[in-house]
């Protein structure tokens, strides 16, 4: 088996590229599990930014109804304001001296 120097040289690059590649394939396959949570992080992100646009969006329609309605509140409160002011006028003028 054995039969001179070449021949473990041989042996040892054989055990040497056996551990090589046992490595390698140790190497390449955390590589992938390290992509694959990379990848669910990014789904998960994603999702997330996903959410926050739809609140957003959701945020903008509910100013942008309730400004449609703010200006009735407004021109109503404003015309109660002035009808108080009235009164409040007429009766001045009715003290007595």
Do not use: G
């Amino acid at each position: 088996m054995i039969n001179n120097s070449s021949d473990i040289l041989y042996l040892v690059i054989a055990f040497c590229i056996l551990w090589l590649t046992i490595f390698m394939s140790w190497a390449i396959y955390y590589l992938a599990m390290i992509l694959r949570e990379f990848k669910k992080i990014i789904a998960d992100v994603r999702k997330k930014i996903e959410l926050v646009e739809s609140l957003i969006v959701a945020l903008k329609e509910k100013l942008e109804h309730t400004s449609s309605h703010m200006k009735l509140l407004v021109d109503t409160v404003a015309n109660v304001a002035e009808y108080i002011k009235e009164r409040h006028e007429e009766k001045k003028p009715k003290k007595k001296k």
